[in-house]
Structure formats: C-alpha cells, structure tokens
C-alpha cells in the first residue's frame, strides 16, 4: 500500500472542513469580513451530512427501543450546553438549544408533544412553557383600584439555554443481518427544563419543553459547530457529536409489554438500583450482539 497516497487524501478530505474552520479569519482585511467565506472556499466546500443507508424492515434481525437522559451537568456534555451567553461571543459559536429554538420559530423544525411523535405543536403552542408573566402585590392593589398596572410590578422570566438541565433522547439499537453488526439510529432529541412557573422555587418539578424528529434536524445540527477544545481549528458538527454517541447517557425506559414504563415506575425512591436496572438493559444489548456470534 502506497502510504504517501493514503496521507495525500486524507488531507484533501480534511481541507474543505479546515476550510471552514477557520472561517476567513486568516484573509480577513477587515472584521465584518470573518465567517464570510470567499468563493475559492466555496468552490472546493462539498461540506455535507452523511445520509443514512436504506435499511428493508427484513434486514432488522432484533431491536430495542431505549429513552435516556443526558445531563449537562457532567463535563463530557459541555459542548451540548454552553454557550449559555451569546452577548459577548461570536455568531457562529450557539448551544444545541439555541440552534434549535431558532430553527423552530422561523419554521425551519417541526416540534411533537412527546417522543412517539403523534401529536405537532406549533411555536405558539410553546409560549406558556417558555416563559411567564407575574404580577407583584403593589401591581394587584393598582388593578383593585382601576389604575393600569405599572411596567415595574411586572416580572418577566423566560426559559434561557442556561436553564436548560438535560435533554432526552429517543434511539434504537437493531441488528443489520444484512451487514452483520449492532447499530444505533437516533430518533428524537427533547430538551428538559424546570417548569418555568415555578423556576425559582428550590425543587420545581421537570419537564419536557417539546420533542423534535432528530432525522428531519440534521441539516440543520450539521450547519452548526460544536467548540472543540482539543482543536479550535477543526470544529464538529452537532449531528456529528450525537450521531457518534459523544456524550455520556443514562437509560430511563426501554420499550416493554408494560406500555413502556419507566425505570423509576418499578424501581423507586433508589437511585443506585435505578441505576444498576439502566445498566442491566445496556448490558442485555451487548450480550445480545455477542450472542449473535456464538455458536
């Protein structure tokens, strides 16, 4: 095998993603001239998700349909979290949530009620779970006596990437007779928050602000760059980083006869053995691909 060659397309591979990466920032003249890509890097840009191959229904020899958890107070899942502030910092650099809230309100992403996908909500259909509005004591007393409520006995609060504590991920791990090995499809990405009316208490209860079909987002999550720390050069993809399974995940329902209950619905007030069931049925997937195997 002639080495030199390997090397020689491996750097062209790599060079409209460098391209990219590094945004004009080296040929820029002037400021407003950074992330505006020149028409050399255009013409050799054929930047673009990898699509999914077609899989027949036939070939699917065995699957499992798990929901987990990933929470953003563990350090592998920064990227997905911050940036949580985007005064002070570039276009181009956005968390996962911001991605998504954009796209959802300009009508780019279509969002579900819940993760089996049968219900659509519209971005209106979203205000009460994004934000509130409250009225303090002093505003009440004006509204008793006819007076029109001062802008100051007003609050105001929002849900923020900065609130955002998890998200939620529906995928499926299947067994390609066809190709002869395990794989995993994403499916559906929910981020989960505390209910905004009730944000400031000490423990406000969770919940799940809508539920977005991952195959229709990857467009979109492969337009936006995740930071990475080891290299700022080469940046990610969103739909690289949660396609290549680069976070750490717990599982809290698997498909079951029991209409997909959850773990902590007959595993509760235990969190070790909630979590020692989760890596049970992480385990019962990797027995099952190695069985696979035996004879």
Avoid: C
Avoid at 239 to 261: W, Y
């Amino acid at each position: 095998m002639n080495w030199k060659n390997v090397f020689i397309m491996g750097a062209v591979a790599l060079l409209p993603a460098s391209m990219m990466a590094q945004a004009n920032i080296l040929n820029a003249k002037k400021p407003e001239e950074i992330g505006v890509r020149t028409e050399a890097q255009k013409a050799v840009d054929n930047d673009t998700y990898l699509e999914y191959g077609y899989t027949d229904d036939r070939d699917i020899l065995w699957s499992k349909t798990l929901w987990e958890t990933i929470d953003l107070d563990e350090r592998v899942n920064f990227p997905l979290y911050y940036p949580t502030d985007t005064l002070d910092i570039g276009s181009d650099r956005r968390s996962l949530y911001h991605v998504l809230l954009k796209n959802i309100k300009n009508g780019k992403l279509e969002v579900y009620a819940d993760s089996y996908f049968t219900e659509k909500r519209k971005f209106d259909d979203l205000t009460a779970s994004l934000q509130k509005t409250d009225t303090l004591d002093f505003g009440y007393e004006q509204l008793n006596a006819g007076e029109q409520v001062s802008e100051e006995y007003i609050t105001r609060r929002s849900i923020t990437a900065a609130d955002i504590e998890q998200y939620l991920i529906k995928g499926i791990w299947y067994f390609d007779k066809r190709l002869g090995e395990l794989k995993y499809r994403l499916l559906g990405i929910a981020p989960r928050v505390p209910d905004v009316n009730f944000i400031d208490d000490e423990n406000p209860d969770m919940v799940d602000l809508f539920w977005v079909w991952y195959p229709d987002a990857r467009e979109i999550l492969h337009e936006a760059k995740v930071f990475n720390q080891r290299n700022s050069a080469q940046p990610i993809s969103f739909d690289m980083l949660l396609n290549s399974r680069r976070f750490n995940a717990v599982i809290f329902k698997e498909d079951n006869v029991h209409g997909d209950r959850k773990i902590d619905d007959y595993i509760s007030d235990n969190a070790l053995f909630q979590l020692l069931e989760a890596k049970r049925i992480k385990e019962t997937i990797r027995d099952r691909e190695q069985d696979m195997w035996a004879y």
